[in-house]
C-alpha cells in the first residue's frame, strides 16, 4: 500500500476511545461504529485519496480498534490496527515500518505514525460533532521523499 493510502486508512486516524479511564475526569467522545468516508467533503491534497473507504471502529476499556476497508489508485486495500489510547508507542498498522501512538488533546483523539528512525511521518487530529453522526480527521504527513501533505477527511456514520 502506497504511504497516501495508508495515512487515509489510518484513522486515528486516525484516529478515539469512548471509555475514558480513571485518569481522565471527564467522560471522552465515543467514536465506536460504522463511518464511511464522505469523498465529496473530504480533501486529499495534490495526492489524491480514497475514492471509497469504510472504517468499523470499536472502543473497550481505552482500547482503539480499527477496520478498514477501502480503494484508490484502482487498488483494494484494507487494514487493521488495535492500539491502546496511553500516549505511548507501539507497533504500526501491518505493513507499516514504525510504530503508532494515540493519546487524548481534550476531546480531540491524536494518532501519530512514525518511522523505525523516529521520523515522524503523519499525525492526525479527529474529532466528533456534536450530534455524533460526523467524524472529522484533520491530519499532516510526511512522504519518504520528503513531500509534506495536509488531508482533511469527513465520515458519516453508517
Known sequence: MKLSLC????????????????????AKPDFSGTWKLNVKKSDFGT????TSLVVKVEHKNNVFKYVVDGSGGGED??????????????????????????????????????M?????????????????????????GKSPDGNESKQHEVYDKQ
Open 7 to 26: 495515512s487515509a486508512t489510518v484513522f486515528a486516524i486516525l484516529g478515539a476511545a469512548f471509555c475514558a479511564g480513571p485518569a481522565y475526569s471527564q
Open 47 to 50: 495526492e489524491g485519496g480514497p
Open 77 to 114: 486495500f484494507h487494514q487493521e490496527l488495535e492500539i491502546p489510547i496511553d500516549g505511548k508507542e507501539h507497533p504500526g498498522p501491518e505493513g507499516f515500518p514504525g510504530t503508532s501512538m494515540m493519546k487524548w488533546d481534550g476531546e480531540v483523539l491524536v494518532l501519530e505514525l512514525k
Open 116 to 140: 523505525d528512525d523516529g521520523t515522524v511521518v503523519q499525525q492526525g487530529r479527529m474529532q466528533l460533532s456534536a450530534d455524533g453522526k460526523v467524524i472529522t480527521r484533520d491530519s499532516h
